[in-house]
């Protein structure tokens, strides 16, 4: 959060105060989302999915797309969208730049999650449901963005754009 916020400061330009809050709030988001998927705990917020893992060495795995689902998948797909959101206000991506970051950002998230668990005993499963959703909540936090950027909201979604 503090490279984050050193990035902001740093590169010469004053920043409005609606781009600061963006730079201070993608940190504190970040930190957040980095807690709730790197760290050795397993929260499990609903029925425990009955799916038997796939073990890789030490590490659990789920590669079968669908399978096992609980309230976890649709959780996901929640705790990505302001990714999506972040990711409008901060970038010039479009089209095929943001799809493939929503892909990548969540195998980023299952690998280093597979290394930790692999190294540490992470004791997380590393699932193919959560690449799917952080991908689809990605895309609808973009895509919410982008809508609301053809509204009377366009004056409020450019305040907080990082130019």
Known sequence: MVVLIGIG???????????????????VYLVVVGYLTLTPTSYAFGEVPTTNPVW??????????????????????VMM?????????????????IFLASVLIGLGIEMIQ??????????????INDVLTNMVGFLIGYGVL??????????????????
Do not use: H
Not at 58 to 77: C, E, H, K, M, Q
Not at 146 to 162: A, G, M, N, Y
């Open 9 to 27: 400061l740093a590169t010469g330009k004053k920043r409005q105060s609606g781009e600061l809050i963006t730079i201070v709030t993608l940190g």
């Open 56 to 77: 890789v060495g030490p590490v659990p795995t789920n590669p079968f797309p669908f399978s096992g689902l609980s309230l976890d998948f649709y959780l996901n797909v």
């Open 81 to 97: 969208i302001p990714m999506g959101v972040y990711a409008a206000l901060v970038t010039n991506w479009r089209n095929s730049r």
């Open 114 to 127: 597979f290394m930790i668990d692999w190294l540490f005993g992470l004791a997380r499963w590393v699932d």
């Open 146 to 163: 982008t809508i609301l950027q053809e509204t009377p909201f366009k004056r409020v979604v450019d305040w907080f754009t990082v130019k």
